[in-house]
């Protein structure tokens, strides 16, 4: 299995800022995710980080407002930008691991925003 | 459409009774993949179990076991003798060759077991 690092844990952070969450994997992996989840929620996924383009964006998901790095395939960052309270949620980075369709999570970042 | 619906939002139960968390999923792939995922208070995703679609037998691990039947569409989660330690919300996903391994997750069931 994959083990998966994501820095800041939590933050708190004022309106119209932004924050940056990175990503660290111990292992090469083909794909990498951002997902959201807000407050009792499921999990929605923002968008696909590819190594080396432009991140593949859901509906409703917009690279202005979450932009995404992948410089590798070990590390990707999701920047969560002018901040509104309802940013307020977790963000859960994950991956495929090389065995067909295992997907891991990382710890999570919590998120609120004041 | 891929779709997972947990139709329980919420489930209390005593200590040491049996619970059963429901799964219904709807697909198009005739290859596609099923898991369940628990999330304690802590918050982290920890992974219980993957399946794949040619495959049904059940699986039992320790007090968890899955009941996979392909004609009902579902792919549903019992705990038995049920713990503390299994409060948690308990999330039920499903991803396929279609969709290019996006995970679709159900809204979750969250479990409280009391003392």
């Known amino acids: 299995s994959a083990v998966i690092s994501q820095k800041p844990s939590r933050d708190i952070c004022q309106r119209g800022t932004s924050l940056t969450i990175q990503c660290q994997v111990d292992?090469?992996?083909?794909?990498m995710f951002w997902y959201r989840q807000q407050p009792g929620q499921s999990l929605t996924l923002i968008a696909t980080a590819n190594q080396g383009s432009e991140a593949t964006y859901e509906s409703g998901f917009v690279i202005d407002k979450f932009p995404i790095s992948r410089p590798n395939l070990t590390f990707s960052t999701l920047t969560v930008s002018n901040l509104s309270p309802e940013d307020s949620s977790i963000y859960l980075c994950s991956v495929v691991g090389l065995t067909y369709n295992e997907q891991f999570f990382g710890p999570g970042t919590r998120l609120t925003v004041l | 459409a891929q779709k997972v619906t947990q139709a329980q939002t919420e489930i209390s139960v005593v200590e040491k009774e049996d619970v059963t968390l429901d799964c219904v999923y709807e697909?198009?792939?005739?290859?596609?993949?099923l898991f369940w995922y628990k999330q304690p208070p802590s918050g982290e995703l920890v992974f219980l179990i993957r399946r794949n679609s040619f495959d049904e037998q059940n699986e039992i691990s320790g007090r968890y076991s899955w009941n996979f039947q392909k004609s009902t569409s579902s792919f549903n989660f019992t705990i038995t003798a049920s713990q503390v330690v299994d409060s948690a919300v308990y999330f039920c996903?499903?991803?396929?060759?279609?969709?290019?391994?996006?995970?679709?997750f159900g809204t979750g069931t969250s479990l409280t077991v009391i003392p």
């Open positions: 697909t198009r792939d005739t290859t596609y993949y």
């Open positions: 292992s090469q992996v083909t794909m």
């Open positions: 996903a499903l991803s396929g060759t279609l969709t290019g391994n996006q995970f679709y």
